[in-house]
């Protein structure tokens, strides 16, 4: 293992870690903009999974690329179908004439 993948599998362990600290300290109040803030990370993923796809850098990444593309674009739709769900129960009825 190079010295740089040994780097790169540091830092995603880390993120992993600081990133379910940081979920699982948040209020449930503040759930709906903090899945705001995920598909907008999602979308950045997705565009990035596409490059790599796209990119013609072998068998492997255009595989992984897509296998990428697919789980960020199911987050992406699945945060804002969650997310439309939940500001739907904010939103005030009708008021009666």
């Known amino acids: 293992m190079t010295a740089t993948a040994l780097i790169q599998l540091y830092v995603f362990v880390l993120a992993g870690f600081v990133g379910f600290q ?11 903009p903090l ?9 950045i993923s997705l565009v990035g999974s596409l490059v790599l796809a ?4 072998g068998i492997a990444a255009t595989v992984l690329g897509t296998v990428a593309a697919a789980c960020a ?25």
């Open 22 to 32: 940081a979920i699982t300290r948040v209020p449930p109040l503040l759930h709906t």
């Open 35 to 43: 899945m705001a803030a995920t598909n907008a990370i999602s979308g």
């Open 54 to 57: 796209g990119a013609d850098k």
């Open 73 to 97: 674009m199911a987050n992406v739709v699945g945060g804002f179908l969650i997310t439309d769900r939940m500001l739907k129960m904010f939103r005030r009825s009708t008021p009666a004439d």
